[in-house]
């Protein structure tokens, strides 16, 4: 069994395929609860542990969870296959990505990357597969993904010119670390990392090295090296973020415009959707007017990383992130925006679901729960009825933005369809897959 667990994230999708249909038979899921964790990085971009996207799905399934989402930078590689894993363990589930871009009207603040005016994470939900290769939103996609290369290969290069005991080669150090060519900073930091190890042959050399470089005592980097999650972060704040040897200020022409983001993701017919820090940013410090700028330009949903709004030892702190949480939510519940959240999954060691128990989130369970279930709904009705969030009309008739997040919630609540179900919503026209989905949402239980 444990062979196959690991075999779920194989760089192979057959490998990968038939570990999860051997693992499934032989392992009793928990009864499900209603915690959602909609933001979940997977290896198609970076994972802490390395998990595939059926390797994300069965992990969520054994945690009994409602429902899913995957969350990958740049790319929609994963998409698919994750929603083939969540169908296949009936797991409710949905997939988007994340990237960075350029907000114009925000050029002159920090948004939600600090140091960095003008640059804003941003997300889609809701894809269910990659666009088709003619459009124009495939030539959005391959700009996002070519822009990373662009700076993968820059940052490498600033940071070899000021080094000295060896050299980083993208294409042969860092690419073979993925599966697709999707390489990010903490793949470029792993490569480093690996590099100077190998290269100066271990790390006790390995953390002189560094100490050396970045004028530190070798005592602390020797003791930083020795957990190498920790030294992983220490080693990409010292190399890649602000203030680091290859960091370089970003511009208006680094990363893509926000709303030719936008309209790449909405051509796919997904949602639009912000990304909130933690309400500390000159933007994020006046949210309604960020979030009427959003809305105007078409966004129709909001994403929150909980942990990082209430999970501090310090209670002053504590308190300001929780109320910045609590104003942003109630806003978000005001502008009609589904919030989206999770725990990402992009550093080891990170929790696999938020705690719904803290009180923090307790308080906005419904919300989170709701917004869940109007990701899957969406999800399920795109692929079977070809219906979106975003379309003017649902089912025939035009519904104001409360009845319809209901109505799309709705769907998103039933159980994950059983094989029996997708293969009836399959075979049937999409106008009778859209009355059946609703028929059953109304009546809470697939006919």
């Not at 390395?50 to 429902?67: C, D, F, I, Q």
């Not at 999707?182 to 390995?206: M, S």
């Not at 089912?395 to 369809?417: K, Y």
Request: aromatic content about 10%; hydrophobic content about 45%.
């Amino acid at each position: 069994m444990t062979d196959n667990v690991a075999l779920l994230s194989s760089f192979q999708a057959e490998a990968r395929a038939a570990a999860l249909r051997q693992l499934a038979a032989v392992t009793t899921f928990p009864a499900e609860r209603d915690w959602v964790n909609m933001h979940i990085h997977t290896f198609f971009s970076y994972n802490g542990e390395g998990w595939s996207p059926t390797r994300v799905a069965y992990e969520m399934k054994k945690l009994g969870l409602h429902a899913a989402a995957i969350c990958d930078f740049d790319v929609l590689e994963g998409v698919e296959e994750f929603l083939a894993a969540a169908d296949f363990l009936q797991l409710r589930g949905a997939a988007g990505f994340e990237s960075r871009v350029f907000f114009n009207e925000y050029a002159d603040q920090e948004i939600n990357s600090p140091g960095e005016p003008g640059v804003f994470y941003f997300m889609g939900m809701g894809f269910v597969q990659p666009p088709p290769a003619a459009g124009r939103a495939a030539g959005a996609f391959a700009d996002m993904l070519n822009r990373s290369h662009t700076r993968n290969r820059d940052l490498i290069a600033r940071i070899n010119a000021k080094i000295t005991r060896f050299q980083l080669d993208y294409d042969r150090d860092v690419l073979p670390l993925t599966p697709r060519r999707n390489a990010t900073e903490r793949h470029i930091i792993a490569a480093f990392h690996a590099k100077a190890v190998d290269t100066l042959g271990g790390a006790a050399p390995a953390a002189a090295f560094w100490a050396d470089t970045f004028g530190l005592d070798p005592a602390t980097v020797t003791a930083k090296i020795a957990d190498y999650n920790a030294f992983a972060e220490f080693l990409r704040g010292k190399l890649i973020k602000r203030g680091g040897l290859g960091y370089q200020q970003p511009t208006a022409h680094t990363f893509p415009l926000l709303d030719d983001v936008i309209a790449a993701i909405r051509e796919c017919r997904a949602i639009p959707m912000c990304a909130w820090l933690d309400g500390d940013s000159q933007a994020e410090q006046k949210p309604e007017p960020f979030l009427q700028t959003l809305v105007a330009k078409g966004v129709a949903a909001v994403n929150i990383i909980p942990d990082r709004n209430w999970n501090f030892k310090d209670k002053d702190v504590q308190t300001k992130k929780i109320a910045a949480l609590d104003e942003f939510v109630r806003l978000a519940r005001h502008y009609h925006l589904p919030v989206n959240i999770g725990t990402e999954g992009n550093k080891p060691g990170q929790r696999l679901v938020d705690d719904f128990a803290a009180e923090a989130i307790r308080r906005h369970h419904q919300t989170f729960l709701q917004g869940a279930q109007v990701m899957v709904g969406h999800t399920l009705l795109r692929r079977y009825a070809g219906v979106s969030y975003l379309d003017p009309a649902i089912g025939g008739r035009d519904l104001a933005p409360e009845p319809r997040q209901a109505f799309f919630a709705s769907v998103g609540a039933l159980p994950a369809p059983p094989p029996d179900i997708r293969r009836k919503l399959a075979a049937t026209t999409p106008d009778k897959a859209f009355a059946y989905l609703a028929d059953s949402a109304a009546k809470h239980a697939w006919q």
